[in-house]
Nanobody
Framework: QVQLVESGGGLVQPGGSLRLSCAAS????????MGWYRQAFGKRRELVAS???????NYGDSVKGRFTISRDNAKNSTTLQMNSLKPEDTAVYYC??????????????WGQGTLVTVSS
């Protein structure tokens, strides 16, 4: 069993920065995919940033140039650095990973979500 624990959400003023973190624990052999998604009230969940193993980083159009995803393979974790935040970035942010366990079975795992509120 694999679990994801997110941290770093909160209230920030427009133009400010926040850093979200997500760490995986459990029966992990490798992590093939790490990504961040968000869901604003009344809207569909959307991709924010993704980083597949050995692949290119991908960002949603609305966050390009402002957000940066990174991963630490030794710690089975990913970080989303969010700069120049706007009120429209307000949402619950979710971490998603595709994990292979030691039996080389693949699982899609989601974090519990962390609320980011951008407001003055």
């Amino acid at each position: 069993q694999v679990q994801l624990v997110e941290s770093g959400g909160g209230l920030v003023q427009p133009g400010g920065s926040l850093r979200l973190s997500c760490a995986a624990s459990g029966n992990i052999f490798s992590i093939n995919y790490m990504g961040w998604y968000r869901q604003a009230f009344g809207k569909r969940r959307e991709l924010v940033a993704s980083m597949p193993w050995g692949g290119s980083t991908n960002y949603g159009d609305s966050v390009k140039g402002r957000f940066t995803i990174s991963r630490d393979n030794a710690k089975n974790s990913t970080t989303l650095q969010m700069n120049s935040l706007k009120p429209e970035d307000t949402a619950v942010y979710y971490c998603r990973m595709i994990v292979a366990n030691t039996s080389i079975r693949y699982y899609e795992v989601w974090g519990q979500g962390t609320l980011v509120t951008v407001s003055s």
